[in-house]
């Protein structure tokens, strides 16, 4: 009927599929759990967003209008808000490698002694 050494090459070959298989189980259960954990992010992403939505819908038209209206001295102090702020984003890199360079020419302190 069957030959036994065509038996064992299946008995093997089973084996070798079942262990495959778990293999594959284990690499889908780490990617699921991968998955979850960056839908996670996803999901608080959008759930600050939607409840930052009604500020953004309540402050949109005031910034509109403060910012297309010509006249008006909020327009100018938003402006140079706005402005002041640029400069100052650009600016902040240098500032803090200067910080940095006079804190490393800087003498250590001298230690006190206490009696």
């Given at each position: 009927?069957?030959?036994?050494?065509?038996?064992?090459?299946l008995a093997a070959?089973?084996?070798?599929?079942?262990a495959e298989s778990?293999?594959?189980?284990?690499?889908?259960?780490?990617?699921?759990?991968?998955?979850?954990?960056s839908a996670e992010?996803?999901?608080?992403?959008?759930?600050?967003?939607?409840?930052?939505?009604?500020?953004?819908?309540?402050?949109?038209?005031?910034?509109?209008?403060?910012?297309?209206?010509?006249?008006?001295?909020?327009?100018?102090?938003?402006?140079?808000?706005?402005?002041?702020?640029?400069?100052?984003?650009?600016?902040?890199?240098?500032?803090?490698?200067?910080?940095?360079?006079?804190?490393?020419?800087?003498?250590?302190?001298?230690?006190?002694?206490?009696?």
């Open positions: 009927m069957f030959n036994p050494a065509e038996v064992e090459e070959r089973k084996r070798l599929l079942a778990d293999l594959n189980r284990q690499a889908l259960m780490s990617e699921l759990s991968r998955l979850r954990a992010k996803v999901e608080r992403v959008f759930r600050f967003g939607r409840s930052a939505y009604p500020v953004v819908l309540a402050t949109a038209p005031l910034a509109g209008y403060f910012l297309a209206s010509k006249t008006g001295p909020a327009t100018k102090i938003l402006k140079s808000a706005l402005w002041g702020w640029q400069v100052l984003r650009r600016l902040k890199p240098f500032w803090d490698k200067w910080r940095r360079s006079t804190a490393t020419h800087q003498e250590p302190p001298e230690p006190e002694i206490l009696d």
